[in-house]
Nanobody, 123 residues
Framework: VQLQASGGGLVQAGGSLRLSCAAS????????MGWHRQAPGKQRELVAT???????LYADSVKGRFTISRDNAKNTVYLQMNSLKPEDTAVYYC??????????????????WGQGTLVTVSS
């Protein structure tokens, strides 16, 4: 099972970007999904998460500006980012909690991380 993120780029302050992250593989199911970010010289921080039932949670810094959503049929999570600020500049990482069934049909649980996508917001 692997995650592939896309959608980062350069945008002016006040602009918008949409990130996508898709899980692929076989014999797995996805539970919670989310986005984290890491700015230069700072620790990675949670941006938003969404449960398998579609319940979102947001960091205070992005509430009202970012929207997380998911398409369970596609095992994909999205992050719509509006009213972007220079302080939103960071590498954004998607993550997913999964259950994978091995060759003995035994469940294996874990967390996957995507490769990171850079978002740069210019002032």
């Amino acid at each position: 099972v692997q995650l592939q993120a896309s959608g980062g780029g350069l945008v002016q302050a006040g602009g918008s970007l949409r990130l996508s992250c898709a899980a692929s593989g076989s014999r797995f199911s996805i539970n919670g999904m989310g986005w984290h970010r890491q700015a230069p010289g700072k620790q990675r921080e949670l941006v938003a998460t969404i449960s398998s039932a579609g319940v979102p949670l947001y960091a205070d810094s992005v509430k009202g500006r970012f929207t997380i959503s998911r398409d369970n049929a596609k095992n994909t999570v999205y992050l719509q980012m509006n009213s972007l600020k220079p302080e939103d500049t960071a590498v954004y990482y998607c993550e997913a909690d999964y259950i994978y069934y091995n060759s003995r049909d035994e469940p294996v649980v874990g967390r996957l991380w995507g490769q990171g996508t850079l978002v740069t917001v210019s002032s």
